[in-house]
């Protein structure tokens, strides 16, 4: 008999007791621009999510697409102000904000979905009144930051076996859009559904310590500290707070993984070892 079809029949039996935890869980899964660079590792997401779904998880997929807006900004010519390092939102900026994130970026996810055999259904945190945001800074213009999160629309996609696909924005109080950062949007959708996971895939394999390991559990009460000694720096900073938060929501726990890495999400759910950082708090 042929050796690899008896390794995978073995990772399979050694899958079942975590398909068993998670069944019924929702997982919120965050999937940041890098991770979508390429038609293959797209569907190899997609095929992952759909196995997913299959065996009673539900996911909620929430997308970035920082590269494709700026490619596209350079293709119109449309030139970005910074301040203090972040990007003003100017009406101009946040029409080509929605069309790439709402029309191209979601479209091709959903797609990607419906490709393997799952049932996909996009939409933006404006629909349903998914995502209330009141403006981040006024300096940053068409930035928010949620208010309120209405989850209904969410349980009732996962009630009818579809996946829900969201692309990050939102809408003000006055009927403006808002562009909230995709780890943020993450992270409130998790807190409001009182997710079991919430997984952040990022380009990195995870928070490292500052001789390059990378921390495989970390508990949230040493965060402020790894923070503050440098440990945890740039990028990683609003991850960390973005995970906190959403565990003060009511979030079990929070994992930081690479989403480059083939099958990252079904590495971290279904193994013993998992993948990334994990944080959660300490077990009693």
């Known amino acids: ?5 008896i390794a995978t029949a073995g990772t399979l039996s050694q899958a079942l007791p975590y398909m068993q935890r998670y069944a019924g869980a929702t997982v919120v899964i965050k999937l940041g621009g890098h991770a979508m660079g390429s038609d293959e590792a797209m569907h190899g997401f997609a095929r992952d999510v759909v196995l997913m779904r299959q065996v009673g998880l539900n996911p909620v997929i929430v997308h970035g697409g920082g590269p494709m807006i700026n490619e596209m900004l350079g293709k119109l010519d449309i030139k970005s102000e910074f301040v203090n390092g972040k990007r003003v939102t100017d009406q101009a900026t946040m029409d080509v904000v929605e069309m790439v994130l709402s029309g191209q970026v979601n479209n091709r996810l959903v797609q990607a979905i419906c490709a393997e055999g799952g049932k996909a259904v996009g939409l933006s945190g404006k629909d349903a009144n998914l995502m209330i945001c009141k403006q981040t800074h006024k300096d940053l213009g068409f930035v928010g930051t949620p208010s309120t999160v209405d989850p209904t629309i969410l349980r009732d996609l996962h009630a009818a076996h579809a996946i829900p696909v969201i692309a990050p924005l939102g809408m003000g109080r006055e009927g403006e859009t808002f562009n909230i950062n995709g780890d943020t949007a993450a992270g409130a959708i998790a807190g409001a559904l009182k997710a079991d996971r ?3 895939l990022t380009d990195v394999e995870g928070v490292k310590d500052k001789s390059g390991e ?3 559990e970390i508990d949230p009460k040493i965060i402020p500290d790894l923070i503050a000694d440098g440990t945890i720096a740039g990028g990683m900073i609003p991850k960390t707070e973005t995970a906190l938060a ?4 009511g979030v079990r ?3 930081i993984l690479d989403g480059r890495a083939p099958n990252a999400c079904l590495l971290e759910l279904f193994t ?4 990334g950082s994990l944080i959660r708090r300490p077990r009693v």
């Not at 008999?1 to 079809?5: E, F, L, P, S």
């Not at 013993?272 to 993948?275: K, L, P």
């Open 1 to 5: 008999m042929n050796r690899d079809w």
């Open 198 to 200: 919430l997984l952040l």
């Open 214 to 216: 990378v921390l495989t």
């Open 246 to 249: 959403a565990m003060n929501d």
């Open 253 to 255: 726990a929070v994992v």
């Open 272 to 275: 013993d070892h998992g993948a």
